[in-house]
Nanobody, 111 residues
Framework: QVQLVESGGGLVQPGGSLRLSCAAS????????MRWSRQAPGKQRELVAA???????NYLDSVKGRFTISRDNAKKTVYLQMNSLKPEDTAVYYC?????WGQGTQVTVSS
């Protein structure tokens, strides 16, 4: 069955960095657009970044220049490098593709 397993979340101070990973199984990984979304308490889930099979990326305006999405097709893993983190980046971050979602990983940015 399809599994998307996120890791790498945690507590970080403002201005800090984290790298999230999402290991996929049960899908044709290299042929799928992979996405990272997030949901903060009391807010709707929003798309943060996406990467196509060809490597084209797009980002939520508020994270442009700070976050980088990348993929390793050999490892069936997608990454989200998050730099210059802000308190408003606090959320549960989810990996997704073609209707499947991971369980999420908590990112908390706080001093």
């Amino acid at each position: 069955q399809v599994q998307l397993v996120e890791s790498g979340g945690g507590l970080v101070q403002p201005g800090g960095s984290l790298r999230l990973s999402c290991a996929a199984s049960g899908i044709f990984f290299s042929g799928n657009t992979m996405r990272w979304s997030r949901q903060a308490p009391g807010k709707q889930r929003e798309l943060v970044a996406a990467i196509t099979p060809g490597g084209t990326t797009n980002y939520l305006d508020s994270v442009k220049g700070r976050f980088t999405i990348s993929r390793d097709n050999a490892k069936k893993t997608v990454y989200l490098q998050m730099n210059s983190l802000k308190p408003e980046d606090t959320a549960v971050y989810y990996c997704a593709c073609t209707g499947y979602w991971g369980q999420g990983t908590q990112v908390t940015v706080s001093s």
